[in-house]
Antibody
Framework: QLQLLESGPGLVKPSETLSLTCTVS??????????WGWIRQPPGKGLEWIGT???????YYNSSLKSRVTISVDTSKNQFSLNLKSVTAADSAVYFC????????????WGQGTLVSVSS | DIQMTQYPSSLSASAGDRLTITCRAS??????LNWYQQKPGKAPKLLIY???YLQSGVPSRFNGSGSGTDFTLTISSLQPEDFATYYC??????????FGPGTTVDI
């Protein structure tokens, strides 16, 4: 059974960089059939797609976050990572990693999510 | 940029009710529409993809329909475990895409 697990600091200071890692187990991140994505959800609000990466390193980002986001992949560790720089309180959210598949770009497996708060 | 709206934003229902949630896109998206269910404190769960295809393991009381700009998610007989928030997601504007604002179903 595929599992995804987010890890990283739960508290980040304003203007600093938020860094999270998603570790994939029970399957290979290098599978040709899948992409890997980050989605976030501010407390009490809806879902926002952040970006997606393929195992080759090809990335797609939400245009509203593109200037601050970097997603990378480490196939040797079966992990992919999110860096979001210059954070503000508006970036406080639960961050989910997920597997994306198919031409209809569905997210069929999700991590449990990790809450990141931006505060001094 | 494609805007997604959902209505109602919230509703109250009872077990056994037939429920319909609507998702509307600001422009035509074919059948590039997926539905998710999210319970408090949990990750979203894929229910329906490509507007009408039931994800493996999802009960058959869930049904998706629509194309173009208007889509519906129907639950034929609401079960206690179905009380949750439902999100639609368009993927027509790939590589970017958008989620709807969600519809909360409670008792």
């Amino acid at each position: 059974q595929l599992q995804l697990l987010e890890s990283g600091p739960g508290l980040v200071k304003p203007s600093e960089t938020l860094s999270l890692t998603c570790t994939v187990s029970g399957g290979s991140i290098s599978s040709a059939n899948y992409f890997w994505g980050w989605i976030r959800q501010p407390p009490g609000k809806g879902l926002e797609w952040i970006g997606t990466i393929y195992f080759t390193g090809t990335t797609y980002y939400n245009s509203s976050l593109k200037s601050r986001v970097t997603i990378s992949v480490d196939t040797s560790k079966n992990q992919f990572s999110l860096n979001l720089k210059s954070v503000t309180a508006a970036d406080s959210a639960v961050y989910f990693c997920a597997r994306e598949w198919g031409s209809f770009r569905t997210f069929d497996y999700w991590g449990q999510g990790t809450l990141v708060s931006v505060s001094s | 940029d494609i805007q997604m709206t959902q209505y109602p934003s919230s509703l109250s229902a009872s077990a056994g009710d037939r429920l319909t949630i609507t998702c509307r896109a600001s422009q035509t998206i074919g059948t590039y529409l997926n539905w998710y269910q999210q319970k408090p404190g949990k990750a979203p769960k894929l229910l329906i993809y490509a507007a009408s295809y039931l994800q493996s393991g999802v009960p058959s009381r869930f049904n998706g329909s629509g194309s173009g700009t208007d889509f519906t998610l129907t639950i034929s007989s609401l079960q206690p475990e179905d009380f949750a928030t439902y999100y639609c997601q368009e993927s027509y504007s790939s590589p970017e895409f958008n989620f709807g604002p969600g519809t909360t179903v409670d008792i």
